[in-house]
């Protein structure tokens, strides 16, 4: 099963309960952003309410980073809740420029053609709960900026104290005349 479900396959009266394993080249994310290394495994519940569907559920895989500091790769495992709420794209209408934004409006989603895509829905919450800075761990000491040796596998000659970036230089001599 894809995560494109039927909306007539959805019970009225009890929940559709989805296990559901897709391909990584289902989503389409940027290599810079991160690399899937597994299949998503998607769990949850749709439940139907008249016309709107309900989507509770959770998403884990597994995406390989890159440190923010030294660029060594890093296996990031992936672990969300998600919660949706769909809405036939007739009932939302067309948007107005004017109309003003609600709380609830930020995780409803629309369908059509009686089809719901949790494909949206599964893709931004993977990439909501990615960590901003992407550490291979916490005390990385990342790339010398001179001689570009990884300083976690090997110490550099350089010295750190030295070097002063020349765009700051003056700085640099106002500080010392301050002192």
Do not use: W
Not at 33 to 45: I, K, N, S
């Amino acid at each position: 099963m894809s995560l494109v479900i039927d909306f007539d396959d959805i019970p009225e009266d009890e929940d559709l309960i989805l296990d559901l394993l897709q391909s990584p080249e289902h989503f389409k994310i940027d290599p810079e952003e991160g690399v899937l290394q597994q299949d998503v495994h998607v769990q949850g519940r749709l439940s139907k309410v008249g016309r709107e569907i309900l989507f509770k559920g959770s998403v884990s895989t597994e995406m390989e980073l890159v440190c923010f500091r030294c660029l060594e790769s890093l296996r990031f495992p992936v672990r969300a809740r998600i919660a949706s709420h769909y809405i036939s794209d007739q009932e939302a209408g067309t948007p107005n420029a004017d109309a003003e934004l609600h709380a609830s409006d930020i995780e409803v989603e629309t369908y059509s053609d009686n089809r719901i895509d949790l494909t949206q829905a599964v893709y931004d919450q993977m990439m909501l709960s990615l960590p901003l800075v992407r550490l291979c761990r916490d005390d990385c000491r990342g790339i010398c900026a001179h001689c570009g040796v990884n300083r976690n596998h090997q110490s550099c000659t350089c010295s750190d104290h030295d070097s002063i970036d020349p765009r700051l230089a003056v700085l640099k001599t106002l500080k010392d005349q301050l002192k």
